[in-house]
T-cell receptor
Framework: DGGITQSPKYLFRKEGQNVTLSCEQN?????MYWYRQDPGQGLRLIYY???????QKGDIAEGYSVSREKKESFPLTVTSAQKNPTAFYLC????????????FGAGSRLTVL | RKEVEQDPGPFNVPEGATVAFNCTYS??????FFWYRQDCRKEPKLLMS???SGNEDGRFTAQLNRASQYISLLIRDSKLSDSATYLC?????????????FGAGTRLAVHP
C-alpha cells in the first residue's frame, strides 16, 4: 500500500544535540512538507518542497534544516538552535501542483530531556 | 485574530446525537477548505473537502459561508467512533501552493 513512513516514532534527545527525522513516501507525490504540532495549537509549517533539490522555509523554519535529494525522501534535522524542539512532527505529501489535499505520515514525537 | 479559529471544546454528546462545529477564517480570498479528523496521538486524516454549494458524505455535512467567512461540519447520528479532534483547514493568505492554515481543532467525545 502506498503511504508515508516516518521514523523514529519516538525520540529522546539531550539539549545541544542535533537529531534527524526520516520521511519516506511511495505515493509518487511531488510535494512534501514538515509540520510541527504543539498542544492546543494548529499545525505549523516548518519547510516544504515542491520538487527534488528545491525547498522553501515555512512559518517556523528557524532551528530546522531539510534536504530533498530524492523524490521519495524529505528528512528533517532539528538542530541545537531550535529553542523548544519538544513536539509532535508530521511529514505530509501532496500530488500535482494545486492539489491541496495532504496525506500525513504517522508522526515522530520528539522529547528533549 | 487567528487566521483560522475553532472552539476547542470538548463537545460531549450521547450516541445518536447531532452535533455541529463551526470554524471561522480571516482571509476572504481563501479558496480551499477542508475538515480533517485526528485521533489522539495520531496523524490527521482528510475527512472531507468543503465545496461552495455544501456537500454531504454519509452522516457528515459540510457547509461554506463566504459572506460570514466560516465553514461548518454537521455530524448526524453520532457514533462512539466519531470521538476525535476535528481540524479545520483553509488555504493561506499568501495563496501559495499548499500553504494551508490549520485550526487548533475541536474535540468531540461521544459517550454511550
Amino acid at each position: 500500500d502506498g503511504g508515508i513512513t516516518q521514523s523514529p516514532k519516538y525520540l529522546f534527545r539531550k539539549e545541544g544535540q542535533n537529531v534527524t527525522l526520516s520521511c519516506e513516501q511511495n505515493l509518487n507525490h511531488d510535494a512534501m512538507y514538515w509540520y510541527r504540532q504543539d498542544p492546543g495549537q494548529g499545525l505549523r509549517l516548518i519547510y516544504y518542497s515542491q520538487i527534488v533539490n528545491d525547498f522553501q522555509k515555512g512559518d517556523i523554519a528557524e532551528g530546522y534544516s531539510v534536504s530533498r535529494e530524492k523524490k521519495e525522501s524529505f528528512p528533517l534535522t532539528v538542530t541545537s538552535a531550535q529553542k523548544n524542539p519538544t513536539a509532535f512532527y508530521l511529514c505530509a505529501s501532496s500530488g500535482r501542483q494545486g492539489d491541496n489535499v495532504l496525506t500525513f505520515g504517522a508522526g515522530s514525537r520528539l522529547t528533549v530531556l | 485574530r487567528k487566521e483560522v479559529e475553532q472552539d476547542p471544546g470538548p463537545f460531549n454528546v450521547p450516541e445518536g446525537a447531532t452535533v455541529a462545529f463551526n470554524c471561522t477564517y480571516s482571509n476572504s480570498a481563501s479558496q480551499s477548505f477542508f475538515w480533517y479528523r485526528q485521533d489522539c496521538r495520531k496523524e490527521p486524516k482528510l475527512l472531507m473537502s468543503v465545496y461552495s454549494s455544501g456537500n454531504e458524505d454519509g452522516r457528515f455535512t459540510a457547509q461554506l459561508n463566504r459572506a460570514s467567512q466560516y465553514i461548518s461540519l454537521l455530524i448526524r447520528d453520532s457514533k462512539l467512533s466519531d470521538s476525535a479532534t476535528y481540524l479545520c483547514v483553509v488555504n493561506g493568505p499568501r495563496g501559495g501552493y499548499n500553504k494551508l492554515i490549520f485550526g487548533a481543532g475541536t474535540r468531540l467525545a461521544v459517550h454511550p
